[in-house]
């Protein structure tokens, strides 16, 4: 019984951290909003050199056959750093759907792939940028040709219909993709979580109002005491998902509500600022906004969780 | 990183079970707020000691098992699994207990431990005052020294004292220097309910039973033998325990997932009449789900050598507002029969003190934004409110001090056991 990253996982997450950290990926994601993919790719390679998209693709195919834990502690920090790209698509959903093995391992070697996989997950991400498109349909997963952009809430999501090009796809474990799918937004929606309070309590540290710090008062203080509990509920959620002592949806619900919260706590604490897209806050508000939803709503997973208990 | 019990665990997990399952009352003991489940209740005890589990963390020497952390969490789940009742020695037990473990001397561990590891006697925690509630280090009640004695003799006032109506003895925090400011010159003092100048008075609960009682303190003298830690030092002694490695501070999640699962229980039979219970069945689940995994994670880092610190604050706001919200629920699928009296009710009635008791919700809230996120602390009462004036020139129409929150600081919350 040891229910906290080992050291080699930790070791891992502060490679990865490291990195991000140094990237200025506020600047990639704003960079991505406008179309200019070219820092986000390079980023995108640079994760890749650290084995971020080689983790659920089998060791022998080239990838590094690591666990979901190592999954969800790379995408909180995806999350947190607030990289965009089709990141879930190409290396939580895609490594597990799968079965041909020469384009598992250019994923893991840090090809660009996306899906759409209707009905929960209608459009795919970032579709224009990626080497492997494709669809989930009832019976597998078929290629797919790009079909028109939408614009999302969260600025960095460019999302695109798809249609299916060849045949009826082969048989493919699409329900355990999607799963690793919701796990790997939930672990993105605790990192956002985790990032929009600690830039929410360094303003209210700085910011001054009636001669106090804001985060002196108690009004202040009791709703970003309740974003810190709702976030440090979640993660045992997420890392049991991980092990599978829960559904994933269990933690895509738990994360999306305790990310939800900082979100709109965090806009609230900010007051106007926050409300600006150039206040960096924006980036992770409408990326929470935009997560929530995708991979599974919280009303589908919640569903699910219940039909999974009264069949217990 | 695992989820797996060992083998030993895995044993003593199956041992706990079969005894309980042996045991445990068919049909739930009166309530232990009257004088007749009272009784039941101290039986319950004296049982559940003869079989070694009344206090399964402590040493075998007084009547423990010397379990680990992860089998006390496991006894704590396969107890609430089992329906078992509960534990009318909790304040002594989880409270008191650990404080005597860590500062009172061997003849009052010998003397305490063993009568509380039965039941025979209960122990009533005696915190609260009329005028000193979340604020507790602004107590009144007075211990004057008494050398010929050899003691002390205390004199005020008591109330919301747990268990006091039918207990024996009581724990709590007295001003012994009466030049001291707040936190400094308070005692820990032992004392029989039944001593001269003792007056108990039954408080009758929102239920109508007396779960607690008001105490009052009339020149009721205490030997030496009874002060725990040093005179004077009574507040940190009181605090100390709140991060006890016997993890007796934890509030264990098997009950929450009890709960819990008969909730889903509930929704099965109820359900389909009322289907907008659904999403707070699931939540209810995860909720308690997210407790136990949570527990999982502080029981790794306690036998890490960390402290449970402040997270026992994030604990006790999740653990209150997820009981509630867990007994809401089976309200609402009882449907109109909600208000008669059942089982579901007695539990949301009690769920409804978890955010008052053990330190104010609010309190814990002020704890987790000042010790664990690092906000700014609120200004002290007696000073001035920062600089309201100040800040008519930012654009204010009107600052006035009120604008300030007037509460005195929220540096100390209540000791942070839990029990009630």
Known sequence: MRFEPTSDQRDFAAAVDGLLSASDTVAVARAWAEGDTEPGLRLWSRLAEQGVNALLVPEDVGGLGASRVELVIAFELLGRHGVPGPWVESAAYLPVALTDTETLAALAEGAVGTVAAPPHAPLALDADVADHVYLATATGLVGGAVGTGKVSVDRTRRLFEVSGVDGDGSPAPLDAAFDSAALATAAQLLGAGERLLADSVTYVKQRKQFGREIGSYQAIKHALADVRIGLDFARPLLLGAALGEVPAGAAKVACGDAAYRASRTGLQVHGAIGYTQEFDLSVWVTKVRALVTAWGTPALHRGRLLESLVGA | ??????????????????????????????????????????????????????????????????????????????????????????????????????????????????????????????????????????????????????????????????????????????????????????????????????????????????????????????????????????????????????????????????????????????????????????????????YRLYTWGTVTRLADGGEMGAAGSVNKVWWSELDIALHETALDLLGPTAELESRWLDGYTFSLSGPIYAGTNEIQRNIVAERILGLPREPKASSKQGEPKASSKQGEPKASSKQGEPKASSKQGEPKGVAR
């Open chain 2, 1 to 290: 990183m695992d989820l797996e019990l060992s083998e030993s665990e895995l044993a003593f997990q199956a041992e706990a079970r079969e005894w309980l399952a042996a045991n445990v009352p068919a049909q739930p003991l009166p309530s232990m707020d009257t004088a007749e489940g009272w009784v039941a209740h101290q039986e319950w005890e004296r049982r559940l000691a003869d079989a070694r589990w009344s206090v399964v963390s402590w040493p075998r020497a007084y009547s423990g098992r010397e379990a680990s952390l992860v089998e006390w969490v496991v006894f704590e789940e396969e107890y609430y699994r089992a329906g078992a009742p509960g534990r009318v020695s909790q304040n002594g037990i989880f409270l008191l207990a650990p404080i005597i473990f860590d500062h009172g001397t061997q003849e009052q561990q010998d003397r305490f431990l063993p009568t509380m590891a039965t039941g025979e006697q209960v122990w009533a925690q005696c915190w609260s005052e009329p005028e000193a509630g979340s604020d507790l280090a602004s107590l009144r009640s007075t211990a004057r020294r008494d050398e010929a004695r050899g003691g002390w003799v205390l004199n005020g006032q008591k109330t919301w004292s747990s268990r006091a109506s039918f207990a024996h003895w009581g724990f709590g925090l007295f001003r012994s220097d009466p030049e001291a400011q707040r936190h400094q010159g308070l005692t820990y003092f032992l004392f029989p309910l039944d001593a001269d100048g003792v007056t108990v008075r039954p408080i009758a609960q929102l239920d109508g039973e007396a779960g607690f009682a008001e105490v009052f303190f009339e020149d009721v003298f205490v030997p030496d033998r009874d002060v725990l830690g040093a005179p004077g030092d009574g507040w940190r002694v009181a605090m100390s325990t709140a991060g006890n490695e016997r993890g007796l501070s934890l509030r264990s999640p098997g009950r929450f997932c009890a709960a819990a699962d008969r909730l889903v229980e509930l929704w099965r039979e109820h359900g389909d009449a009322v289907p907008t219970a659904a999403d707070g069945v699931v939540d209810a689940w995860l909720k308690a789900q997210a």
